[in-house]
């Protein structure tokens, strides 16, 4: 309902939070082919790696942009809240008539309403911003209903120094 309502309303735009797997990056083994005539050689034990990215996704869901955010942080509420400042800081000028932002989100362990670093920063960001926010959360376990999900890396997708 509360997705409805906001579709419905041209002062409101939802968008759908979400942060993925993380991913390790180094010169690590996935067992893929290459077409190259000499494959370049990995570490034959994926036990050490230079970094570990945590991906953090912001869906428009009236236009399906993505916007996709790699930060070396852990996911927590401060890294979920700077990657949406920055993006609203890119996009606000698209959205001028914009009043609320309705966000779609799990109820993961840093974005839960009871978290109140969370809640602490997205009230900051909402002053700052002059922005209402609705946090419209997905039940528990229900999360896959959430658009962002269908959005993740192709299987296969190595993130590696060159």
């Known amino acids: 309902m509360a997705n409805e309502a906001a579709d419905s309303d041209s002062s409101v735009l939802r968008i759908s939070i979400d942060s993925k797997a993380k991913v390790k990056v ?15 050689q990995a570490d034959d034990h994926d036990t050490e790696w230079q970094s570990v990215l945590v991906p953090f996704g912001i869906l428009n869901l009236q236009t399906d942009e993505l916007a996709l955010y790699l930060g070396e942080s852990a996911e927590t509420p401060d890294f979920i809240v700077d990657c949406l400042s920055h993006w609203w800081q890119v996009n606000q000028a698209a959205y001028r ?66």
Not at 113 to 137: D, G, P
Not at 139 to 160: C, D, E, M, R
């Open 97 to 162: 008539d914009i009043q609320t932002l309705a966000i779609n989100l799990d109820s993961g362990g840093a974005t839960r309403s009871n978290r109140t670093q969370f809640i602490k920063r997205m009230v900051s960001f909402a002053r700052q911003h002059q922005l209402c926010l609705e946090l419209i959360y997905y039940p528990p376990y229900h999360s896959k209903y959430n658009p962002i999900v269908g959005v993740a890396f192709p299987q296969g997708t190595v993130l590696g120094s060159a």
């Open 26 to 40: 180094g010169n690590l083994s996935r067992g893929g082919k290459d077409r190259r005539q000499q494959a370049p």
